[in-house]
């Protein structure tokens, strides 16, 4: 199998598992719906030019900080924090799924996964 279709199975994989997470704690779908594409707004660096457009966006669109975020609020009791996680974990295993990745300094267009 291709490696380009790995990594957009790994994308729905990831996808996946958040959802089922996600319907497990119970967290509600009206927050989901409104956070779902909050990570996006990350874009607005890219007005600053494309090093710091890129900066921002993948500080956003990489699962380290909500994978970390989950495991404490999970260890903390916090469910609604746990669903934010899970909502952002969520976002960016659809991206992958998409074939959005992380953003070269260079152009928005310049990701790890493809040229778009």
């Known amino acids: 199998m291709r490696p ?8 729905a994989a990831i996808l996946v598992v958040a959802l089922f997470f996600y319907q497990q704690i119970h967290a509600s779908w ?3 719906g409104l956070l779902f594409l909050v990570p996006d707004l990350s874009m607005i660096g890219f007005a600053a030019g494309a090093r710091i457009g890129a900066a921002a966006y993948n500080f956003f669109h990489t699962e380290v900080l909500p994978v970390l975020l ?3 609020a999970a260890w903390a ?4 924090v746990l669903a ?22 260079t152009h928005f267009k310049d990701t790890h996964l493809q040229r778009l």
């Open 4 to 11: 380009r279709v790995l990594l957009h199975l790994e994308g």
């Open 30 to 32: 009206l927050l989901f």
């Open 70 to 72: 989950a495991i404490v």
């Open 77 to 80: 009791h916090h469910p609604r």
């Open 84 to 105: 934010i996680a899970l909502i952002w974990v969520s976002h960016i295993g659809f991206d992958r799924l998409l074939g959005y990745g992380l953003k070269y300094p």
